[in-house]
């Protein structure tokens, strides 16, 4: 099971136009419409930052040095915003986007030695329409980065190892991708690499390669691009310091703050997980419910590729499945490992139909359920837009125009697809339903009463225009307020702060009503008694018992 057809080089391109095509249709068309959200405000407004000072080496958020995640994502982030000339929601995710892309074609072009040509595009086809990475694939985050990088360091060295690669090059090129990958999430792409390679090594009884010379020099060209990355950060904050920072983050991850939170925990995260890679999990199915297909499960095993990538998800999931604090992003890098395990298993499903016809009864009912299925959530969109009281805009009538027709065209030629055209479908269904619910979450935020466009965009017009800064006070940022702002923000972690500007003209300052009753329990502090100043607007924030606030601080020769 080791030897993959190639294929065609004609084949070939029409796999990476498809591919190409399939992220353009999924990823592209709703990109920009949603507000930042989760951690997008933070790449963002370093970003803007950065392009604001031209030190891409001092990573800023709101004047305050900013180390917790290194900067590589907010580097690109402001490498497309220099070259489209605007950073907002578009040019901001659009690394992401390009990221899922070369994830892709990674793993269509590292698997050739062991998957067939229809096995390497159902891999990649996969990857690009897991529920998961199409949901981080549209932000502006680090996790389609950090994927990229950390499957590309473990595909890259498994192809070396596999093809006997010179053992120095099966060391650098991919600890060097590693290198680079901790620029995105710190030390998680390591324990991913060392992991999963060690306990193959370890199968292979071949630890020899582990424990070498042309390992070390591998790894001493990750120290040098860690080494590089450190001499930055070492300019403003001590190696202690930074190192207090991870254990921070690490020791938080590991905690919960219910009772019955790590057994929630236990129970929770497997489902998650396996409905994070939705709709492809489903391929699993034939294995379970099939005791003839059981029974000969090992064959997999002999495929080099399907060991590697069943040993990376093995040894790598329960790290995050007995972490407490763990979410499911975390967990994401296994999505190439989990498209090429299908892939594999699709391949062989394959070559088991054609002496086992329950295999193909099996699939043709899986494909009429996938219609019904698709059908009847087709026709649901209509009263649940409805309900929900969305408009139907333009693009969601074409969306479902274009569904319909789809689901139509599939009905009509049900009795002559073939097994191999599954994949396809599966895609351009899954892009279908995920471009239609992007469409209606963006309008569902824009009708909240506490959507941040709208509030910035009133703190804008309310600033007078000869303010350049305004500042936000409390320990609860509300960054994806702030990173519409145009002005600097500047984080004041106190009111008592602000005393000292009393002797200053047009002081803006921005704060939430929960920071202020925390304060007022804590440290008995009263703006309204302590600080002479004018509330200039508020808004419900999160919610109803939450406002923001902005407000201006009198100066000492104001009239009372």
Not at 49 to 68: A, S, V
């Amino acid at each position: 099971m080791n030897s993959g057809s190639h294929g065609s080089s004609d084949g070939s391109r029409k796999d990476l136009l498809l591919i190409f095509l399939v992220t353009l249709f999924v990823y592209l068309p709703l990109l920009g419409t949603d507000v930042f959200d989760g951690n997008e405000p933070i790449r963002v407004i370093i970003a803007k930052e950065m392009l604001k000072t031209g030190n891409l080496t001092l990573p800023l958020l709101h004047g305050q040095l900013y180390f917790i995640k290194p900067p590589l994502m907010s580097w690109l982030i402001a490498a497309s915003g220099d070259i489209f000339g605007i950073v907002n929601e578009w040019t901001a995710r659009f690394p992401s986007v390009i990221a899922v892309l070369l994830t892709g074609y990674t793993v269509y072009f590292l698997t050739i030695r062991w998957l067939t040509r229809e096995g390497r595009l159902f891999a990649s086809l996969a990857l690009l329409t897991m529920v998961s990475l199409i949901t981080k694939g549209m932000t502006a985050e680090i996790d389609s980065l950090f994927v990229l990088l950390t499957s590309s360091a473990l595909l890259t060295w498994f192809y070396g190892y596999t093809l006997q690669w010179k053992p120095v090059f099966v060391w650098i090129v991919p600890l060097s991708i590693t290198g680079i990958g901790f620029l995105t999430k710190g030390p998680q792409g390591i324990a991913y690499f060392y992991f999963t390679v060690f306990a193959y090594l370890l199968y292979r009884r071949n630890l020899r390669f582990f424990f070498s010379l042309s390992h070390l020099a591998g790894f001493l060209c990750f120290l040098s691009i860690l080494g590089i990355y450190l001499l930055t950060v070492l300019q403003h904050i001590s190696l202690y310091e930074y190192f207090q920072m991870w254990k921070g983050q690490t020791t938080q991850r590991g905690s919960t703050s219910h009772s019955f939170g790590f057994l929630k925990h236990l129970v929770s995260y497997p489902v998650e997980s396996f409905l994070s890679f939705l709709p492809w999990t489903f391929g699993f199915l034939p294995l379970m419910f099939m005791k003839e297909l059981r029974t000969r499960a090992k064959e997999l095993l002999s495929n080099d590729l399907f060991l590697f990538s069943f040993i990376m998800i093995a040894v790598n999931f329960p790290l995050y499945w007995l972490l407490p604090g763990a979410r499911v992003r975390y967990i994401l890098p296994l999505g190439p490992f989990v498209a090429i395990m299908l892939a594999l298993l699709f391949v062989w499903y394959e070559n088991e139909a054609t002496g086992n016809p329950r295999i193909t009864i099996f699939f043709k009912k899986f494909l009429y359920a996938l219609l019904w299925i698709v059908s009847f959530c087709a026709v649901s969109i209509i009263p649940v837009t409805i309900f929900l009281k969305t408009v139907f805009s333009l693009h969601l009538i074409l969306l479902m125009g274009a569904l319909m027709l789809s689901i139509l065209f599939l009905w009509l030629k049900r009795n002559t697809l073939i097994t191999g055209s599954i994949p396809v479908v599966i895609a351009l269904l899954t892009g279908f339903f995920m471009l239609i619910y992007s469409g209606t979450q963006a309008q569902l935020h824009e009708k909240r009463p506490d959507d941040p466009r709208k509030i910035a965009r009133t703190i804008n017009t309310l600033l007078p225009k000869d303010t350049g800064r305004v500042y936000e006070i409390g320990y609860d940022r509300f960054l994806e307020i702030t990173c519409y702002l145009n002005r600097d923000v500047i984080l004041l972690n106190s009111f008592d702060q602000l005393k000292s500007m009393d002797k200053q003209k047009d002081v803006y300052f921005i704060f939430d009503t929960a920071y202020l009753r925390k304060a007022q329990r804590s440290a008995g502090i009263d703006p309204g008694e302590d600080l002479r100043w004018d509330k200039v607007y508020s808004a419900p924030y999160k919610n109803k018992k939450t406002e923001i606030v902005l407000g201006h601080l009198r100066a000492n020769d104001d009239a009372e």
